[in-house]
């Protein structure tokens, strides 16, 4: 039985743990929040607005249709913490694709042997990116933009004007279209909550053996709660039928493509929060200059996150291939590099450096799809879906610019 003394430090622990989370939003610490906000308040509007907008298959249909752009804005966010930009990211995810569906149709490659090629071929272009701004001081802006020229350009060479290259491959299509069984999802639903749990409960403890400032106990397992709650819900709405005509066809289960982002998600946050290497990146886009001088090779840094970025890029590649069973002269091209970038920024990641994380893109992503899939099922035309995503990416922007200047002036 606890005692008065005890309750009222818990208590007291709990108040300053909010009172301290109060104050970095007063002095700019926002992070996630705005777009948690919004991804809310979004979800609200649309589902009294549309009927079929909070519908099992519609929820199915958001998280494939927002895939390609999550991966290319997780890669964006390395090189958005640096304070550069990549405009070629959306082409180089065209060009890489076009590259396993060559490889894999033309030539007879087994799947996974064209896709190495195409990560390997999304490396080389990052790292030319990369060598032009970091070696020979070019502005990412002006050579990301010349590469989105060239990879255009190479893009229609490979797919040829107005051509289309198909790809039939039961693995590759599957991604984008295919379901885990409802038994596996809640199994894997279960891995992925049990890890989750573990490992926030192993650096709580280890941070306290070091005696680190850490997360409150109390408050740190309602957060959790609160989105393993949600999370259980998701997966519940996913494995209920969702086919018009069961007898045919079965649609239930989680989207395969959903672990495939769950794993580039857990891999990156990883390198960003428990390498040197995401310490040293971090430093870089907080002051370049204090991070040379403290021995970090800031020319390799710089280099490195435009070959992540390309790298996830084939990845997208290979999911625009899965989701369209083919690769045409417009793939990764339209509105995709815009909407990757709406994604990060929305979702928290500064576009003046330093602050961000892989995290951004999932939620970011979700919105961006949310406005984009809701709209549509209201039947607005797409030169209003663009004005309501920009004006969204511009107060995220805002917001971004006024809590840098409150923590400036602070």
Not at 168 to 178: E, G, R, S, Y
Not at 191 to 201: N, P
Not at 334 to 363: E, H, N, P
């Amino acid at each position: 039985m606890s005692t008065p003394t005890t309750d009222i430090v818990a208590e007291s622990t709990l108040k300053s743990a909010t009172s301290d989370y109060i104050s970095r939003v007063k002095s700019g610490d926002i992070g996630s929040l705005p777009a948690v906000l919004g991804l809310v308040t979004l979800c609200i509007v649309f589902g009294f607005m549309s009927d079929v907008f909070l519908t099992p298959g519609n929820f199915a249909n958001l998280l494939t249709q927002a895939a390609s752009v999550i991966v290319i804005a997780m890669g964006l966010i390395f090189v958005l913490l640096l304070g550069e930009i990549d405009l070629s990211a959306g082409y180089a995810s065209g060009v890489t694709g076009a590259v396993l569906v060559i490889l894999v149709t033309n030539h007879g490659w087994p799947w996974y042997a064209a896709f190495a090629v195409s990560v390997a071929v999304g490396a080389l272009m990052g790292y030319a990116i990369g060598f032009l701004v970091a070696r020979i001081g070019i502005p990412s802006f002006v050579v990301t933009l010349a590469g989105f020229l060239a990879f255009q350009g190479l893009l229609l060479l490979l797919a040829g004007e107005g051509g289309t290259i198909r790809i039939d491959d039961k693995t590759v299509l599957a991604i984008q279209n295919n379901n885990m069984k409802p038994i596996l999802s809640w199994i894997f639903f279960l891995a992925c909550s049990a890890l989750y749990i573990l490992s926030g409960l192993n650096r709580i403890n280890s941070r306290r053996k070091l005696g680190l400032k850490t997360e409150l106990k109390k408050l740190w397992a309602l957060k959790t709660g609160g989105l393993l709650g949600v999370s259980g819900l998701a997966v519940w709405a996913l494995c209920v039928e969702r086919s018009n005509n069961p007898k045919m066809i079965s649609l239930k289960g989680i989207p395969d493509v959903v672990p495939l982002i769950l794993g580039i998600l857990v891999i990156g946050t990883f390198v960003l929060g428990r390498t040197a290497y995401g310490r040293h990146l971090y430093a870089v886009g907080g002051n370049a200059e204090a991070a040379r001088r403290a021995g970090i090779n800031v020319k390799g840094i710089r280099t490195s996150v435009f070959v992540i970025c390309s790298s996830l890029s084939a990845v997208a590649g290979l999911l625009f291939a899965s989701r369209q069973n083919s690769i045409s002269p417009t793939t990764g091209g339209s509105s995709t590099l815009l909407y990757a970038v709406g994604a990060a920024v929305i979702g928290g990641t500064s576009l003046f450096g330093g602050k961000g994380k892989l995290r951004d893109a999932i939620l970011g992503g979700l919105v961006v799809a949310v406005i984009d899939n809701g709209m549509g099922l209201l039947g607005y035309a797409a030169g209003i879906k663009f004005i309501v995503t920009g004006l969204v990416l511009l107060v995220s922007a805002g917001v971004d610019a006024l809590s840098r200047k409150g923590a400036t002036s602070s």
